[in-house]
């Protein structure tokens, strides 16, 4: 019997980002200024250094800012989509098409830049 392992370990990651999207919108549901500095924080974690210092800090200025256009919108998402919807959409453009995508693509721009410049 032979288990293929790619699947299976994004299956297992999925279910494991689906979690953490269920802890996040419980978080959301009691202080959602203080929610979205978390998951900055954790976002921080998983992309370490593929953005600056200051892009990290921004984006948890703008997002702890309730007047901010931003978390008006997400506030504004949040308030009027079913629960369950909200799951979805992250896992779906926040884990498979973001992160796991964008792997892939830095993966193939630094291979063509690298033969590119041959």
Known sequence: M????????HKVQRAAVGTMV???LAH???DRQKAFAEMVDVAKQFYGDSFSEETYEH?????????SKWSKLINCVLEQT???VART????LGYEAFFRGQRPSARTARSTTATSRG
């Open 82 to 84: 079913a629960p369950n």
């Open 22 to 24: 269920d802890v996040a």
């Open 59 to 67: 984006a948890r200025a703008v997002l702890t800012d309730a007047d």
């Open 2 to 9: 032979s288990i293929a392992l790619e699947p299976l370990s």
């Open 28 to 30: 959301v549901r009691k």
């Open 89 to 92: 959409t992250a896992l779906n």
